[in-house]
């Protein structure tokens, strides 16, 4: 399945397809384009939208993408929803105190926009194995 959304992608915009591949869609094929053709490519290529105004993967009912993915394919693995939170701090400004990791996890995606630019898909090559340890250290955080 082919996803889209905008381009220039920080936080959320690459921790979703992280999730995606991870845990919904191992084949998904990710489509960065400018903010007014997300639909239009949506629409001509068959594609998800996400992280963008008024679908059902954006921020919704005070959720961020990652979330509101969580809430539709009903992920409920713990450690998943405290990366979710960590996520949610790190992408809405307002609560970045949300969960300690939050900070962290903003300072590094902002940096890795600052030296990747556009190039989204290598910021998600780049990244995905931070998530994947984000995911480990989460698993390792929920266990009693």
Not at 27 to 45: I, K, S, W
Not at 54 to 60: I, K, Q, T
Not at 95 to 122: K, N, T, V, W, Y
Request: charged letters at 25%; proline letters at 5%.
């Amino acid at each position: 399945m082919k996803w889209v959304t905008r381009k220039n992608a920080n936080v959320d915009r690459i921790a979703c397809p992280w999730l995606i591949k991870r845990f919904v869609d191992p084949q998904a094929e990710f489509l960065y384009v400018g903010r007014d053709e997300v639909m239009q490519v949506a629409q001509t290529q068959g594609a998800l939208p996400y992280d963008v105004a008024d679908v059902e993967l954006g921020h919704v009912d005070g959720r961020c993408s990652f979330e509101s993915i969580l809430v539709k394919y009903e992920l409920t693995d713990p450690a998943l929803q405290l990366l979710g939170r960590i996520v949610h701090g790190a992408d809405i400004s307002d609560d970045i105190s949300i969960e300690p990791e939050a900070a962290g996890l903003r300072a590094i995606a902002h940096g890795f926009a600052s030296l990747h630019g556009e190039a989204d898909q290598e910021k998600l090559l780049l990244e995905t194995p931070m998530y994947d340890a984000l995911y480990a250290w989460c698993q390792n955080r929920i266990q009693p």
